[in-house]
């Protein structure tokens, strides 16, 4: 009997198919045996050491004199060999991003991240854990940071090293609030909890830093992290901005979960977005001497402090635009508990709100000649502190209409029309603001929303859940905003 190998091997066609077929194989065969390196840390096995590219010095003259850590040989980092130049942004791009963010591996590796923070929250100017927990993980991925910067911040700059320059920024503090929710990774620091999402902002950043890490050789300029402290109290992001955080920085944008909206649905507005935000504090004295304990001699600051707290609402009621939303509220007054003489002395105060600033300004006058006036209508007198030198006094947070319209199309390209929601203003406030009146920005919001899990708390409550899901969505959208940034406005500078 013939072998019909033999026989088929002696048609020379038929040879010269087989031999392409075996090289083939041949070629898949030395790829199996050759895999990608691993991370020691994170163990992605799809990464990939040939797209990174080495983080470039800091220019020569920055005022910077904190410089912390330089990556020398980077380590084996956990970045995917996608090696496609988005200068034009196409679906293909806002897919692998998506693709890095929710791999399995790194959505463990994220919600890592934002646990270890939820279970160490620590307060204004006092991120000390926080902000090395940050540092070591950007020195995992051999990316340059700055340190300290207003006590426990961080600036790390990935790219080129040269303009444009874009920034994004998340806040690190917790609030003074003991929590109510028992689960695996509950704040084991009593009194204290991350009730505001800001170990999911924190988290979500360095997941943004690890996309761009991966992408840093297509980076058409310099993307900068701030990670801010004390945004709760304290103005961290103005004490950030006098220590040069915004060096070479000309746009700034950042994020906020929201339980309003559903996980992982991006929402914003151009304009005012934030309301600016006061406080003040109101002392009306009255009389001195004998007469004081004559009645119907003394005068009556009781009387006086009550006609001070009507007036102040006919500010709002009487002299505003009804379609400019401004708040005065009194929130408190004291003027002791002795029931058998006039009090010398009553205190009261509030807050303000406003989302404009000459609105804001506006309010801060005629708070403080409303309550004089009154106090000498009643023969007292007045004096109205607005704790301008305590930092706490934000301005209205206004979206830059461009860098607005950024967000909106980044949004709807990575996560779908259905997903970028157009929001209502809030009467909150935010320490960002301080930077939108520096350079242009926009803040926006993505939901965390979800009933199931309990995520319907608003922040600041002890019962504050969020979605984690969201996290992924969050870090690719960080992403997305800065490459594309650097992307148009290098088309911008070359033509």
């Known amino acids: 009997m013939r072998n019909p190998l033999f026989s088929l091997t002696t048609n020379p066609s038929i040879l010269f198919l087989l031999l392409v077929v075996c090289m083939i194989i041949s070629k898949f065969s030395a790829t199996a045996k050759s895999p990608t390196a691993k991370s020691p840390d994170h163990d992605f096995s799809y990464m990939d050491e040939s797209t990174l590219a080495t983080t470039p010095p800091l220019k020569p003259g920055s005022k910077f004199k904190n410089q912390s850590y330089t990556p020398g040989q980077i380590k084996s980092l956990s970045v995917p060999n996608f090696d496609k130049d988005c200068t034009f942004w196409s679906r293909d791009c806002s897919e692998e991003i998506q693709r890095i963010a929710k791999s399995p591996e790194n959505i463990k590796w994220i919600k890592s991240v934002r646990r270890r923070i939820h279970e160490n929250p620590e307060l204004a100017f006092e991120e000390v854990q926080t902000s090395r927990l940050i540092r070591r993980e950007l020195e995992e991925l051999g990316i340059r940071y700055l340190f300290p910067l207003a006590k426990t911040g961080i600036r790390a700059l990935l790219g080129t090293g040269n303009?444009?320059?874009?920034?994004?920024?998340?806040?690190?503090d917790a609030l003074p609030i003991q929590e109510g929710v028992e689960w695996e990774h509950k704040s084991k620091n009593a009194g204290k909890m991350h009730a505001c999402g800001h170990d999911a902002h924190v988290a979500m950043l360095v997941g943004a830093a690890k996309i761009l890490k991966a992408r840093e050789k297509h980076l058409k300029g310099t993307v900068v992290l701030v990670f801010q402290p004390a945004e709760e109290a304290g103005n961290g992001a103005k004490k950030m901005i006098e220590e040069g955080v915004l060096e070479n920085v000309e746009a700034i944008f950042a994020l906020h979960v929201s339980h309003l909206l559903p996980t992982a649905v991006i929402g914003s507005r151009s304009g005012p977005l934030l309301a600016g935000c006061g406080f003040f504090k109101a002392v009306i004295t009255g009389q001195t001497g004998p007469a004081r304990n004559i009645l119907h001699r003394s005068p009556d600051t009781v009387l006086a402090a009550s006609a001070a707290v009507i007036s102040l609402q006919g500010i709002v009621s009487r002299e505003s635009n009804p379609l400019d939303s401004q708040v005065v509220s009194v929130t408190f007054m004291n003027s002791g508990n002795d029931t058998d003489e006039m009090p010398f002395r009553v205190e009261f105060g509030g807050t303000l709100r406003a989302f404009s600033n000459t609105s804001f300004h506006q309010l801060l006058k005629r708070i403080e000649e409303v309550i004089v006036g009154q106090a000498r209508v009643y023969r007292?007198?007045?004096?109205?502190?607005?704790?301008?030198?305590?930092?706490?006094?934000?301005?209205?947070?206004?979206?830059?209409?461009?860098?607005?319209?950024h967000v909106k199309k980044v949004a709807v390209d990575l996560l779908g029309p259905t997903n970028f929601r157009v929001v209502e203003q809030v009467m909150g406030s935010e320490d960002f603001s301080f930077y939108s009146e520096v350079i242009p920005a926009t803040f926006f919001f993505?939901?965390?929303?979800?009933?199931?899990?309990?995520?319907?708390?608003?922040?600041?409550?002890?019962?504050?859940?969020?979605?984690?899901?969201?996290?992924?969505?969050g870090a690719a959208t960080h992403a997305a905003i800065a490459e594309r940034y650097l992307n148009d406005r290098s088309m911008i500078i070359d033509s």
């Open 446 to 473: 993505i939901g965390i929303k979800n009933e199931t899990l309990g995520s319907v708390h608003s922040p600041h409550s002890p019962l504050f859940v969020i979605d984690e899901n969201a996290l992924a969505v």
């Open 163 to 172: 303009p444009p320059f874009v920034a994004i920024r998340a806040d690190m």
């Open 380 to 405: 007292c007198s007045a004096t109205v502190d607005f704790f301008k030198d305590a930092d706490t006094i934000y301005p209205p947070l206004v979206n830059d209409e461009k860098m607005y319209e």
